[in-house]
């Protein structure tokens, strides 16, 4: 019985080893839209949206309603998303691994004999509610990053970093 245990293993070694391999030749998905920015204008207005295109003089961000233009000397500030994990995706996260790693942990506690068991789910949970928690606060205040207002500095960030065709949302 140990050896046919032992030779299911190894089959699930060699998959796990070549899973790689069978997907190398797949092409890896390149995001080809520009950054989520945030921007506040002198007159204190906020615009929200995907930045298309920078010129010297101007933004082109792409809006719910369509294409909307921003002069650059209209700019008060300027965020761009960084990344996408806020506190409410954290703690989605922190709430499933409490769940799954504590409700785990409980019932194979449960299995031994002559143990107490009442305390490893709120052990659990408690654990993953302090870290969870803490790593929430830093990503939520590390999802925005506020850029200064150039154009030079804002192209990389944009969907046609080297400008937008000549005929584009005409």
Known sequence: MSMRVSHIALFATVLVLLAPAQ??????????TGREVRATLTTGERVEGELIDVTDARLLLG???????????ALDDLSVRRHAWDTSRVLTWVAVGALV?????????????GTSCGGVFPAVALT????????????ASSAWQDLPV????LRSYSRFPQ?????FGR
């Not at 504590?102 to 449960?110: E, H, K, N």
């Open 63 to 73: 809006v719910s309603v369509g294409l909307r233009e921003v002069r650059l000397d």
């Open 128 to 139: 993953w509610g302090i870290f969870g928690g803490i790593f929430g606060a830093l990503l």
């Open 23 to 32: 997907s190398a030749g797949q092409r890896v998905p390149v995001p080809v």
């Open 101 to 113: 790693t504590g409700g785990g942990l409980a019932v194979a506690c449960s299995q031994v004999e």
């Open 150 to 153: 150039t154009s030079g500095g």
């Open 163 to 167: 400008g937008a065709p000549a005929d």
